[in-house]
């Protein structure tokens, strides 16, 4: 059976409501990227860090899967899927995706901040003081900039066995993500959805320049 594999990115939960971090509204605004999102902003300012996740946590629980995470999660009726997301939600598991990898971490798990292998599943409030069995203050179960990206590894491996490379949602400029196009077969399909597409890369790739909910249409239209 031929491989399916998908990496989303933010343009993926776009259109439940889940603002994209490159536009110009996006949820950066009014916060400098290192001070919410390294380790080094978490250290300076905890309090200001476990608040911004507990307003993006207070969201994802608002908001419900699109039309294009029901459409991917269909897929697997009829082809092998796998789906390598940079997102930090649920969606895609909602909408009854049964093979997802999150590069990024997951919104609804926390971790301790002194074992990155103690992760558990955590939907309320993260505050100064929750801490963990071992005493360690509890934190977001998120990948910040300068950390290592532990499910990578496991990524590259299933790109590398690829027969359609699906990309949705994303420009493809964060690193490691970002390379994993680089790993799939010579004569893999790429396709590539989104409204304002900036995908640089050596493959071939088949550019559908429409929001996910109608680009995936497209795709499968072309596809199937």
Aim: aromatic share 8%.
């Amino acid at each position: 059976m031929k491989h399916l594999v998908v990496l989303t990115g933010a343009g993926m939960s776009a259109e439940s409501g889940i603002k994209t971090f490159r536009d110009e509204n996006g949820l950066w605004e009014g916060h400098d990227v290192m001070t919410v999102a390294s380790p080094d902003g978490f250290k300076k300012h905890p309090k200001l860090v476990l608040d911004f996740y507990n307003q993006r946590r207070k969201q994802l629980l608002e908001v419900s899967p699109n039309q294009a995470h029901y459409t991917l999660a269909d897929l697997e009726k009829h082809i092998k899927t796998t789906i390598i997301t940079q997102n930090v939600d649920d969606l895609h598991e909602r909408a009854g995706s049964s093979n997802v990898i999150h590069l990024h971490g997951e919104l609804l798990k926390a971790r301790s901040s002194g074992n990155a292998t103690n992760v558990f599943p955590w939907k309320k409030d993260i505050m100064l003081g929750d801490i963990c069995k071992e005493g360690h203050q509890i934190r977001p179960h998120i990948v910040w900039f300068g950390e290592a990206v532990p499910m990578i590894e496991n990524a590259i491996k299933i790109c590398q066995t690829a027969d359609i490379l699906l990309i949705i949602g994303t420009s493809m400029q964060v690193y490691p993500a970002a390379s994993l196009i680089d790993y799939v077969p010579q004569n893999t399909s790429i396709y590539y959805i989104d409204p304002k597409p900036a995908l640089s890369s050596t493959h071939q790739v088949n550019v559908i320049s429409e929001k996910a909910t109608i680009g995936l249409e497209l795709f499968i239209n072309q596809f199937f």
